[in-house]
């Protein structure tokens, strides 16, 4: 399994940006598709999440209403719209399959070997 994250840059605070998730070696059609990020010195946190049945999107209270979570099965792709960003939204972030946990908010992670992320940084 081999995930390309790609679509960071540099913004200023207030600003958009669109990553995507290519996929290759499975089809994400049969798994939910996460999104998460990491600081350096803290631990990786979940972003969103979306459903491999009906698309349904589940996002950390830190984004919502700000990040878009979707899907292209058809291209083994998954983005994840990202508008009115700010500073505490930088960090290099990372797309894996998930498997759905009961005591678990989010999804778990499926594999254990991560693409490399894409780094957002948002500054003034």
């Known amino acids: 399994v081999q995930l390309v994250e790609s679509g960071g840059g540099m913004v200023q605070p207030g600003g958009s940006l669109t990553l995507s998730c290519v996929v290759s070696?499975?089809?994400?059609?049969?798994?939910?598709m996460n999104w998460y990020r990491q600081v350096p010195g803290k631990e990786r946190e979940e972003v969103a999440f979306?459903?491999?049945?009906?698309?349904?999107?589940k996002y950390a209270d830190s984004v919502k209403g700000r990040f878009t979570i979707s899907r292209d099965n058809a291209k083994n792709t998954v983005y994840l719209q990202m508008d009115s960003l700010k500073p505490e939204d930088t960090a290099v972030y990372y797309c894996?399959?998930?498997?759905?946990?009961?005591?678990?908010?989010?999804?778990?992670?499926?594999?254990?070997?991560w693409g490399q992320g894409t780094q957002v940084t948002v500054s003034a």
């Open positions: 894996m399959a998930g498997i759905p946990h009961p005591d678990l908010e989010f999804p778990v992670a499926a594999f254990d070997s």
């Open positions: 070696g499975l089809p994400i059609s049969s798994f939910d």
């Open positions: 979306i459903s491999s049945t009906d698309h349904s999107a």
